[in-house]
C-alpha cells in the first residue's frame, strides 16, 4: 500500500476556478468601450482613438479603452485645477471621510476587482484576492487617517496641487491606490495614466469614485501608452509627477521635467539581493525564495531576483530549491490553486526569454522544472539561472520575470560588496538566523527596504521606495506623504533682492589672474587641505561697491572630481556616532562664534552690509550651527505600526555625498544654512560657496581645520558657481544635490542629474534670517529612509 507521504506528493489537485461571471458581465456593459473619466464623467468611449486590453492567459479581448491624446490630458489637467480649489480647502476630516468610504466600498467589491485584476494582467487569484486587493483597501483607509491628522501632524504644510501619476502594469491597483491615496490625504488633486496593459481597475475604481460621490475633477483617469504619458509629465498645469515604472522613462521624466519646478518621486527597477548565510534556517529560506521571485510571475520591481548564496550550502540550497520548483504550479491564473500565472504580455514574455538565452549563451546552467505549462498564453517556468558571473547579463539587468540567478559568496563583506554592486538600490532580503550579523549586513546595504528572514512585506504604515537608480521618494506611511506635501505658503520671499543683481558666475567683468609666487588668493579647500585651483588662476572678488577685496581660486571640474575623491575616503563621518559628530559641530560653532568679528568685517567688506547687518548674519551662523550640533542625535527614524510580530525599523540615513551650491545674497548664513544639516545626518559635503562673495566660505575653512572636522568631510570649491552645479550634478558619486542659487539654471542641474538619478533640491532664495531657512525640512532633505523589517518569533 502506498505511504501516505507518497499520496500526498503525487496528489493530483482538481482545477479550482475562481468564477468570474460579475466581471464578464460588467465587461459586456462596457462592450462599446471605455471612455476617459474626466471631471467625474466618462468620455464618449467612440471618441477618438482606442485600443485593445487583452487576457494575457488566453490571448482573448477583454475590452476597447481610449487612447488618450494630449487635448484628453489637458481637458482632465483643467479639470483636476478646478476641483483643487475647493478639495485643498476642505478640512481633513471632509477629505478623510471619502478616503473611508473609497476603502470601504474596495472591501465591499474585492472579489470583482481580484478577478478583475486576474484576467487583466495575468497574475494568480490567490494573490489579487490574498495581497493585492486587501492592500488597497489598507492603503485607502491609513491614508484616511493621516488626512484626520494633517492639519495636527504636518503644521505649516499644504497640499502640491494637481498631480500627475503614471503606473506600471504589475500590480495596476496597487500602484493607484500608493498614488492616489497620499495624493488625496493631502489635499491635491490627481490625473492618473495607468499602464497601457492593464486599465480595466483603474476604469473600474472610477466607478467607484463616482459611487462614493467623490466631487468632480479630484480624480481624472485617461487611459493610453506612453504618449499619453510623456503629454501629461509636459502639462504646465501639473505641479507634481509620481512615476512607477522602467528606469529608462523615469530617466526622460527627469530629464522632461528638467527646470520646471515640478516635484517629482521615482519608483524605478531594481535587482536585489536575496543573501543567505550559511546559518539560514534553509528551508526558509526556500520558501523565502519561492515569495521572492516567482509572486507575481517576477514582474515586482523589489523581486529578490539575485541570489546571494554563502558557498558552503549553495549545492545544498540548490538542490533543495530545484525540488521545490518541481512543485509549483503554472497555469491558470483562476485557478485557486496557481502559483505562477502568465506573464503580462508577448512582448515581456520574449524579454524575459531573450534575457535567459543570453544568460546560457553567457555561460549560466540554466534549471527549469518539469512541470506542465500552459501551451497556449504567455506563460514561463520557473527558472534559476547558477554559475552566474557577477558581471552577466542576467546578473546585471532586471529581468522582470520568473527568473532567479545565483551567485555564491564567501564572507560577510563579499556579500556585502556582491549585493551592492548594482546601479539599483530598491530592496534586499537577509537570512541569517544570527540577528547580530542580519542586522550588520542590512545597516551596510544600500537599498530603502531590506527584509530579514522575509520578503515582499508591504505596508501602508512604512515607506517603500529606492535608493540610488531605483529612484527617489518613498510611498507609504508618513514620509510618502511629504512627497505629496510642499512646506510654507508657496509666496516668494522678497527679502534677498535688497543685495541687488545676484550672479552664479564671478562678474563677466572680474578680473582673472594668474596664480603667482606672492600668492594672496584664497585657496580651494580639498580633503583637509588648502589647495590651489587647478585651473592656475584666481579671479578678482569685488565688493557692491566695485572695490577689489580679494582673490577667490577659479576652481573647475578637475577640483570637484578632487573633492569628490577625498569625500570618498571619509565614510567614517556617516559611520560615526551622532554624539560625535554633534560634538564636532558644537566646536565649529565655538570657533565660528569665537572669531565673528572677523566675520562681520569680511562680510561688511564684500557685501557693503552695514556693521548690524553684518552682526547679525554672523550670530544667525553660530545659532544655526549650535542647531545643527543640536539636532545631529536627534533626527530620529521611527519604528513603524505595520504587521504582527514585526518591528519595522524606519532609519534616516545620509545619502552618502551631497553636493551642495550656496547662494550669492547670505555669503556665510546661505553656506552654513545649508552644509550643516547635510554633515550633521553623516553627509559628506562639497560646497560651492557664493560666486561672487565666496571669502565668507573660504574664511571658514580655517574654522573647519581647528574643529577636528575629518579630512574629506567637508570641501569648498569656489569659482564659477553654474559651472561646478553642473559638474556635481553629472557626478555618478555625489548622491544628492541642493542648488540654492539662484543665478544657477535649475533645468541644467536637473537634466545633467539623470545620469545617476540623484535627487535635486532647487530650494529658491528662503528668508536666511528667517524660520523657513532651518529645521527638520532641510534633516529630511538630506537623509533617505531605510525601512527594515524584522520579523520574530519561533
Ligand atoms: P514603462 O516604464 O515603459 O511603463 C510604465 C508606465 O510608463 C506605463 O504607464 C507607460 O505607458 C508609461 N510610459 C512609457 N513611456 C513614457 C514616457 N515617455 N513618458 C511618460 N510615461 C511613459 O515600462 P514597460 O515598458 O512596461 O516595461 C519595461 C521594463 O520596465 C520591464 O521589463 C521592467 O524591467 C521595468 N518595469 C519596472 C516596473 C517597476 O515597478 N519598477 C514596472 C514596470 C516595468
Ligand atoms: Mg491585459
Given at each position: 500500500m502506498a505511504h501516505i507521504k507518497d499520496v500526498l506528493n503525487s496528489m493530483d489537485y482538481g482545477p479550482a476556478p475562481e468564477g468570474n461571471e460579475h466581471v464578464v458581465a460588467w465587461l459586456e456593459t462596457h462592450k462599446a468601450g471605455f471612455g476617459h473619466f474626466i471631471d467625474g464623467k466618462f468620455t464618449d468611449p467612440g471618441a477618438g482613438k482606442s485600443f485593445k486590453v487583452t487576457n494575457?492567459?488566453?490571448?482573448k479581448l477583454l475590452a476597447r479603452v481610449a487612447d488618450g491624446s494630449a487635448e484628453d490630458i489637458d481637458r482632465a489637467v483643467s479639470a483636476a485645477t478646478r476641483a483643487f480649489k475647493s478639495w485643498s480647502k476642505l478640512s481633513g476630516h471632509q477629505r478623510a471621510r471619502y478616503l473611508y468610504a473609497i476603502a470601504r466600498n474596495v472591501q465591499k467589491r474585492d472579489r470583482f476587482l481580484a478577478v478583475l485584476e486576474t484576467m487583466d494582467n495575468g497574475k494568480p487569484i490567490r494573490e489579487t484576492r490574498d495581497i493585492d486587493i486587501p492592500l488597497v483597501a489598507r492603503h485607502f483607509y491609513h491614508h484616511a487617517g493621516w488626512a484626520e491628522l494633517l492639519e495636527s501632524e504636518f503644521p505649516g504644510y499644504r497640499p502640491v496641487g494637481v498631480c500627475g501619476q503614471i503606473i506600471p502594469w504589475n500590480f495596476p491597483l496597487l500602484m493607484l491606490a500608493w498614488k492616489i491615496a497620499p495624493a488625496l490625504a493631502a489635499g491635491n488633486t490627481v490625473v492618473l495614466k495607468p499602464a497601457e496593459q492593464t486599465p480595466l481597475t483603474a476604469l473600474a475604481f472610477a466607478e467607484i469614485c463616482r459611487e462614493v460621490g467623490?466631487?468632480?475633477?479630484v480624480i481624472n483617469i485617461v487611459t493610453g501608452e506612453g504618449d499619453t504619458g510623456a503629454a501629461l509629465v509636459a502639462h504646465?498645469?501639473?505641479q507634481k509627477l509620481a512615476f512607477t515604472g522602467s528606469t529608462d522613462v523615469g530617466r526622460i521624466i527627469r530629464t522632461a521635467t528638467a527646470g520646471s519646478g515640478k516635484k517629482l518621486s521615482l519608483e524605478l527597477g531594481g535587482k536585489s539581493p536575496f543573501i543567505v548565510f550559511d546559518d539560514a534556517d534553509i528551508d526558509s529560506a526556500v520558501e523565502g525564495l519561492v515569495d521572492a521571485i516567482w509572486f507575481n510571475q517576477g514582474e515586482v520591481?523589489?523581486?529578490?531576483?539575485r541570489l546571494l548564496v554563502q558557498e558552503g550550502i549553495a549545492e545544498k540550497l540548490y538542490a533543495k530549491l530545484r525540488a521545490r520548483m518541481e512543485t509549483l504550479r503554472v497555469g491558470?491564473?483562476?485557478?485557486?490553486?496557481?502559483d505562477i500565472g502568465a506573464v503580462v504580455s508577448t512582448e515581456q514574455l520574449e524579454r524575459i526569454t531573450s534575457l535567459v538565452e543570453k544568460g546560457r549563451a553567457e555561460g549560466a546552467e540554466v534549471f527549469q522544472p518539469s512541470i506542465a505549462i500552459p501551451g497556449t498564453g504567455t506563460f514561463f517556468a520557473p527558472t534559476l539561472m547558477t554559475?552566474?558571473?557577477?558581471?552577466s547579463t542576467v546578473a546585471v539587468v532586471?529581468?522582470?520575470?520568473?527568473v532567479l540567478v545565483a551567485m555564491t559568496f564567501r564572507t560577510p563583506d563579499e556579500a556585502v560588496a556582491l549585493a551592492n554592486n548594482?546601479?539599483?538600490?530598491?530592496a534586499a532580503s537577509v537570512w541569517s538566523e544570527n540577528i547580530s550579523r542580519s542586522l550588520d549586513v542590512a545597516s551596510r546595504l544600500k537599498a530603502g527596504v531590506i527584509w530579514i528572514n522575509a520578503t515582499n512585506l508591504f505596508d501602508a504604515a512604512a515607506g517603500f521606495g529606492g535608493y540610488r537608480e531605483s529612484g527617489f521618494g518613498r510611498e507609504g506611511g508618513r514620509e510618502g506623504l511629504f512627497e505629496y506635501l510642499v512646506l510654507g505658503d508657496g509666496k516668494p520671499k522678497g527679502?534677498?533682492?535688497?543685495?541687488?543683481a545676484l550672479v552664479a558666475?564671478?562678474?563677466?567683468?572680474a578680473e582673472i589672474v594668474a596664480i603667482d609666487e606672492v600668492d594672496r588668493t584664497a585657496k580651494l579647500f580639498i580633503g583637509g587641505k588648502q589647495a590651489r585651483p587647478d585651473s592656475g588662476y584666481s579671479y578678482a572678488v569685488t565688493s557692491s561697491?566695485?572695490?577689489?577685496v580679494g582673490l577667490a581660486g577659479l576652481g573647475n571640474r578637475k577640483d570637484i572630481r578632487n573633492a569628490v575623491e577625498a569625500a570618498g575616503k571619509a565614510e567614517g563621518w556617516g559611520a560615526a556616532t551622532a554624539h560625535n559628530r554633534a560634538q564636532i559641530l558644537y566646536y565649529l560653532a565655538e570657533n565660528l562664534s569665537s572669531r565673528s568679528e572677523e566675520f562681520e568685517a569680511r562680510l561688511r567688506a564684500m557685501t557693503g552690509a552695514s556693521k548690524r547687518q553684518a552682526a547679525e548674519e554672523v550670530a544667525a551662523a553660530v545659532r544655526r550651527t549650535f542647531f545643527y550640533a543640536g539636532f545631529a542625535d536627534k533626527h530620529d527614524g521611527a519604528v513603524h505600526?505595520?504587521?504582527?510580530?514585526?518591528?519595522t525599523l524606519a532609519m534616516n540615513e545620509p545619502f552618502g555625498i551631497m553636493g551642495v551650491v550656496c547662494p550669492d545674497e547670505a555669503p556665510l548664513l546661505g553656506f552654513v544654512s545649508l552644509v550643516m544639516p547635510a554633515l550633521a545626518t553623516g553627509n559628506r559635503v562639497v560646497a560651492v560657496p557664493s560666486?561672487?562673495?565666496p571669502l565668507a566660505a573660504t574664511d571658514f575653512y580655517q574654522i573647519v581645520d581647528t574643529s577636528?572636522?575629518?579630512?574629506?568631510v567637508l570641501s569648498i570649491v569656489t569659482g564659477n558657481a553654474a559651472e561646478l552645479a553642473k559638474t556635481l550634478a553629472d557626478?555618478?558619486?555625489?548622491?544628492a544635490l541642493w542648488n540654492f542659487?539662484?543665478?544657477?539654471?535649475a533645468a541644467l542641474v536637473d537634466k545633467a542629474s539623470s545620469g545617476n538619478l540623484k535627487p535635486v533640491w532647487n530650494?529658491?532664495?528662503?528668508?536666511?534670517?528667517?524660520?523657513?531657512?532651518?529645521?527638520r525640512e532641510y534633516l529630511r532633505r538630506a537623509t533617505q529612509v531605510k525601512n527594515i523589517w524584522v520579523p520574530y518569533g519561533e
Open positions: 494575457p492567459a488566453d490571448g467623490l466631487p468632480a475633477g504646465e498645469g501639473v520591481c523589489c523581486a529578490g531576483s491558470s491564473p483562476l485557478d485557486k490553486s496557481t554559475g552566474v558571473e557577477p558581471a532586471e529581468i522582470f520575470g520568473p548594482t546601479r539599483f538600490g530598491l527679502k534677498t533682492a535688497a543685495m541687488g558666475a564671478p562678474s563677466a567683468t561697491a566695485g572695490k577689489q505600526s505595520t504587521k504582527s510580530r514585526h518591528v560666486s561672487r562673495y577636528d572636522v575629518p579630512d574629506g557626478h555618478d558619486e555625489v548622491a542659487n539662484s543665478g544657477v539654471d530650494g529658491g532664495s528662503p528668508d536666511w534670517q528667517g524660520g523657513d531657512a532651518q529645521g
